[in-house]
């Protein structure tokens, strides 16, 4: 399937993986999702970004889609065995649509929540994602 932006960034799970095993990893756990009919040449709102370090960034351009990420989010720090983290970016340009947000998952469980200023976060860990909000 190929990548279709469908909005700008709503939210990215920060990995410390290739970005072929987190495309991988990240379509098998989205499958139960959609249904056994669905086109495979239909485009998907999400991709995996490559990071100038280790670590790769899953990101999701579908409206409304905050807080889907959780449980992926959930599901990659146990397949993984790494820490991973969530960025949300609700809020980011207008607090009425909630507050950005980046959540640390070790283990499959949220252990802290901090309101760091999200693109900053992924710039530290070598993933620049600010285009995709304001390009896509």
Same mark, same amino acid.
């Given at each position: 399937?190929?990548?279709?932006?469908?909005?700008?960034? #709503?939210?990215a799970?920060?990995?410390?993986?290739?970005? &072929?095993?987190? #495309?991988? /990893?990240?379509? &098998?756990?989205?499958?139960?999702?959609?249904?056994?009919g669905?086109? #495979?040449? =239909?485009?998907?709102?999400? !991709?995996?970004?490559?990071?100038?370090?280790?670590h790769?960034?899953?990101?999701? %351009?579908?409206?409304?889609s905050?807080?889907? =990420?959780?449980?992926?989010? &959930?599901?990659?720090? &146990?397949?993984?065995?790494a /820490?991973? $983290?969530?960025?949300g970016?609700?809020?980011y340009?207008?607090?009425? $649509?909630? /507050?950005?947000?980046? %959540?640390?998952? =070790?283990?499959?469980?949220?252990? $802290? %929540?901090?309101?760091d200023?999200?693109?900053?976060?992924?710039? =530290? $860990?070598?993933c620049?994602?600010?285009?995709?909000? #304001?390009? !896509?």
């Open positions: 399937m190929r990548f279709e932006s469908e909005g700008r960034i #709503e939210w799970i920060l990995a410390p993986a290739p970005v &072929k095993k987190l #495309e991988e /990893i990240v379509a &098998k756990l989205r499958a139960p999702y959609f249904s056994a669905d086109d #495979e040449d =239909e485009p998907r709102s999400w !991709c995996v970004v490559k990071g100038k370090k280790k790769a960034a899953v990101i999701e %351009t579908a409206p409304g905050s807080g889907t =990420e959780i449980d992926l989010a &959930k599901a990659l720090s &146990k397949q993984l065995g /820490i991973v $983290h969530a960025l970016f609700a809020g340009d207008d607090p009425d $649509h909630g /507050i950005p947000h980046v %959540t640390r998952y =070790e283990g499959g469980k949220a252990v $802290h %929540t901090s309101e200023d999200p693109f900053d976060f992924a710039d =530290e $860990h070598g620049a994602l600010r285009s995709y909000f #304001e390009t !896509c």
